[in-house]
């Protein structure tokens, strides 16, 4: 046994930095190789079915049967030359990571032969079984059938040998399966009610853009401490492990150099990332020893959804190629920090204007001023939703303990904006939005820089951050699809610009003039959203916490009762006038949700029960059995005096007695507790349950944190946390 661990701790310290072979050529060379972008449909098309197509992407136009043929034909071409033999369905269900089904090109021809085919039905169509996806019982295994659907906003790709088509997943009856669908439609939402209120601003604007901008954290483990780790495997995080000596307290490993193993790790992945026309941006290490980033150029949040969903894929499998194993849970280790994705939010317009950086004169700065409080008002209204929207078995252990975020959705503006608020509210309506610096200071006068220099001026304890240009959305976790936070955000500010653009058009009627009209609109919302939500102090607080109840904010920590959001009377509001979800798929969606949690919870109680019974109390007893042969020798050999000579022996027997009674008797309170659980029909009421067992999972591995620190270093079963973190 010990003999086993020491090989493996070895052999880790021996990998050598694996070779990356670097395509020939410039990055922007070979940018977007295996993507069918523009350029492709230019190629591979011709021209009336790439103008058909373009329509499609840009306008939302229909798409026919013989366009979908001509683009199908196209993309054969491109693909064989790329030796894809396969195609599939690239979706999203309601689980962790994508699904896809590979079916190959090839048919009889007819001739005895075979043939590579591909048509427009095959590219726009598949029927997966839904019964086999999460679905919250929308879908009896009886009328099974899911659909398939392209989604010709995203580009489809080649991965291996596979032609990916992206596509959204609905069921039989029109219900989305998927995080896809609900996210395109809050997409078209706030497009419909931002570009209302630019046209006034800027007749010319013709669409509104939903910006994301992800920061992908995550924490890189040796593959073979991983597979010695039967928690890591299966749930993803280690259920059990000492703190290690040092960790993180020397604040070393952040921004530092990056290990060898990891940079060619790192560039193996942006090649893969740059040939999917992935633009990936920023690399470095995080906080926590082993743990790293990843973050690319922001784009158009649905495109950059995807993306972040290809290249999490894509690290998966490239690190196997590097001896290392990603994990994406939010905790993976106790004790140091987890791994969250920050989303950078904005709307933008296809003239180019960011809506939420300052503008070029006082009624571009309107215009900014409109969004900004806007979006703030609609994080206000809906912060319960917003943190149901992130929350998950997984991102609770962030939630609320005592690391970025609270587990309560409140929003910080930093001084500037915070003071060019407070200035709006004292000074008349009429009163410019000028930049600062550029007429000189005057009393009553309200200025805002032009680009907001002091971005350090920052609260990394804030969940939802304005950050110069954008938002930044720090609850999301590391694992999580980024569409669900984006879908509640982006309906969440559709919904509340229409509100203002009513009271705007209200006022306008009545004869106020435009910027008389917006001011006197903002006002009351200003002045609500500074009693409210922004908070620009420290989060983690117990005075914030009473606070933050005083102003009405949700202070929920239990993550099956944050569920509960999606269907209150004001969420069904939300959600069905915007046409993004039904009330049945938000019931079906929590049902998935508290299953999903239960099952999460349950395979955990599971692997720490076993753990602790097959490998730990094992172990324990094993070195105490060693200890007793001392005792028993002492004794031979030193008589009346051995109790002396062996007392350290005899004090370790006993603590090893007491922690494996312990151990043994929380297991079984624990086992006990899942049998109860189990027995609950209602999906909600056993995620309650189920919540209780997650909270019991802590002190049980604080008893084997304990045994950890006792029983012989070689007898000790599992890596410990000073390999897994170390070794890189
Ligand atoms: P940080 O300093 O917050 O860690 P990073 O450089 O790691 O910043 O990531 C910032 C992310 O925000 C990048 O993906 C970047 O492209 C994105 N971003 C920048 N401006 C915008 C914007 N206006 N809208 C959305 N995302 C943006
Ligand atoms: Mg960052």
Known sequence: MSKLRFDVVQDAFKKKAVVVEAPEGKISDYFGELVFNRDKMHKYLDAKTFNALVNCIDNGAHLDRQTADGVAAGMKTWALEHGVTHITHWFQPLTDGTAEKHDSFMEYDGKGGMIETFDGK??????????????????????????????????????DDTLCIPTVFISYTGEALDYKTPLKKALKAVNDAALPICRMFDPKVNKVISYLGWEQEYFLVDEDLYAARPDLMLTGRTLMGHASSKNQQLDDHYFGAIPSRVAAFMRDIEIAGYKLGIPLKTRHNEV??????????????????????????????????????????????????????????????????????PGKDAMGNLQFVTFFVNVLAAVQKHNDLLKASIASATNAHRLGANEAPPAIVSAFLGNTMTAVLRKLLEVPSDTPIEIAGKKG????????????????????????????????????????????????????????LIAFKKDVDKAMK????????????????????????????????????????????????????????????????????????SEKELEARNEVKWETYTKKVQIEGRVIGRMAINHIIPAALAYQTKLLKNITAMKEVFADNYSAMAGVSMGLVTSISELVTDLRQQVDAMVEARKKANAIE?????????????????PLRKTIDKLEEVV??????????RELLFIN
């Open 510 to 581: 009545a004869g106020k003039p435009m910027n008389i009209a917006f001011m006197d609109t903002l006002k009351p919302i200003i002045k609500s959203i500074i009693d409210v939500v922004c908070f620009d102090g420290n989060g983690y607080t117990d005075e914030w916490k009473k606070e933050a109840k005083k102003r009405g904010l949700d202070v929920e920590t239990n993550v099956p009762k944050m569920f509960k959001a999606f269907t209150t009377p004001k969420a069904i509001e939300l959600f069905t006038k915007l046409g993004v979800y």
């Open 682 to 698: 209602d999906e909600y009421k056993k995620a309650l349950a189920y919540h209780e067992i997650a909270d019991s999972l802590f």
């Open 288 to 357: 926590a020893p082993n743990q790293f980033e990843l973050a690319p150029i922001y784009g158009e949040t649905n495109l950059s959804n995807d993306q972040n969903q290809q290249i999490m894929n894509t690290m998966n499998y490239i690190a196997r190629k590097h001896g290392f194993v990603v994990l994406f849970h939010e905790k993976p280790f106790d004790g140091i920090n987890g791994s969250g994705k920050h989303n950078n939010w904005s709307l933008g317009t296809d003239t180019g204007t960011l809506l939420l950086a």
């Open 441 to 496: 200071k005057s009393l009553g006068l309200v200025e805002i820089p032009e680009i907001f220099v002091d971005n350090t001026d920052r609260n990394r304890t804030s969940p939802f951050a304005f950050t110069g240009n954008r938002f930044e959305f720090r609850a999301v976790g590391s694992s999580a699809n980024c569409a669900g936070a984006m879908t509640t955000l982006n309906a969440a500010v559709a919904e509340q």
């Open 122 to 159: 095959a590219l726009v169509q598949q029927e997966p079984d839904a019964s086999s996806f999460p679905n919250g019982g929308i879908r009896a295994t009886f009328e099974a059938r899911g659909y398939t659907a392209w989604d010709p906003t995203s580009p489809v790709f080649i991965q």
């Open 712 to 721: 012989d270093n070689d007898m000790w079963p599992l890596p410990k946390y």
